[in-house]
């Protein structure tokens, strides 16, 4: 008996030492909405996802080496809650219907030196636009809808439409202790396919109420470069936070600016949002076959957080098109039987919903 209480406690003392040394964490956003959207002379309500956040399901781990170094690993995927399938063939960023962990698959070293990341992840100039745009890039009152990638994304399964995540990709992080900058440099080799390289990244300054960044990203497409790089930068105020972007997209000769200007106001339980965002186009971007053209996005945004982890939402927006434009507010795959905008129409959407993390 006692020989048995022994092992017994020399085996919790084991199990206690591997747990200090190696973690795994399972984690998500279940994220819903009641969504209405009116464009092209028909509205439309469906049950919308990722209205504040992007649902998803994932897995991350780290392992102590020791001496200061550490492994680890990051698989995350995508989720359509609405009806419970992954969201793959990811339209944003290279992906195909096989592919399970879309947001993330990664495995990383760790150091002083900072990190070393292999597999697919998000880039380092897309993540500018993701925090500096009010609403995460999601929902309808999220800026990318104004962002054209000039039919690139059509058609093609190269990294050369990468301008979100980026498959087979060589990523380098500095580390977090350089005083508040920061920075992330990555690339993905062609592998011997045609228009198959990516590279870009992004640098930073963020400090007590002071952030500032740029980043830049080049894909080898099929007949030119496709080209993004931004700027942005924030200040807290204390009662409120002001934020501005600047993005300019460019490929074979068309050219598309967007500047967004934001403010986040937190209130306790509560956090205000509002933004406003203008396009403008060159004459190439205008013409055939990219039909590109100026278009202002306005969305305001209201959000409850019942505690850490949960929280009601609110969110109003109205896009307007100029000339010929026909920019929708985004909507996602739900709104595939929605009408586009009217030839220099506009666009109108709102959703009411709630997220959940854990």
Wanted: charged share 15%; hydrophobic share 35%; aromatic share 12%.
């Amino acid at each position: 008996m006692k020989k048995s209480l022994v092992a017994l406690a020399v085996l919790g003392t084991l199990a206690g030492t591997a747990a200090a040394q190696s973690s795994v964490t399972v984690f998500g956003v279940v994220d819903l909405s009641a969504r209405y959207v009116k464009q092209g002379g028909q509205s439309l309500w469906a049950e919308g996802t990722d209205g504040n956040q992007s649902s998803r399901l994932g897995f991350r781990g780290i392992e102590d080496l020791g001496s200061g170094m550490k492994a680890g690993f990051w698989l995350e995927s995508g989720l359509n809650v609405n009806n419970g399938t992954t969201a793959s063939g990811d339209t944003t960023s290279p992906a195909t219907s096989t592919q399970l962990f879309t947001r993330r698959a990664t495995v990383s070293l760790m150091g002083d030196f900072g990190e070393v990341r292999l597999g697919r992840s998000k880039t380092g100039e897309r993540t500018i636009i993701d925090e500096f745009d009010p609403f995460g890039t999601i929902g309808v009152g999220g800026v990318t809808t104004l962002y054209s990638t000039f039919g690139v994304l059509a058609g093609t399964s190269n990294t050369g439409v990468t301008w979100n995540r980026s498959n087979n990709q060589f990523a380098y992080i500095l580390p977090s202790d350089l005083g508040g900058f920061y920075g992330q440099f990555d690339v993905a080799p062609g592998e011997g396919v045609n228009n198959n390289k990516y590279y870009g990244g992004r640098i930073g300054y963020k400090n007590g109420p002071i952030h500032v960044t740029g980043g830049f990203s080049s894909n080898y497409a099929p007949l030119a470069k496709f080209n993004m790089g931004s700027v942005a930068g924030s200040y807290d105020f204390g009662v409120a936070t002001g934020e501005l972007l600047y993005t300019q997209i460019s490929y074979n000769g068309a050219k598309q600016n967007i500047i967004t200007a934001a403010a986040i106001v937190p209130m306790g339980q509560n956090i205000f949002r509002l933004g406003y965002s203008y396009r403008d186009a060159n004459t190439v971007a205008e013409g055939k076959p990219y039909s590109v053209f100026g278009a202002s996005l306005l969305a305001a945004g209201y959000e409850y957080d019942l505690s850490k982890r949960t929280a009601l939402y609110a969110t109003v927006s109205r896009v307007w098109n100029k000339d010929a434009g026909k920019v929708g507010v985004n909507t996602a795959s739900s709104y595939s039987a929605l009408p586009t905008a009217y030839a220099g129409g506009g666009s109108g959407g709102a959703e009411v919903g709630i997220r959940h993390s854990f």
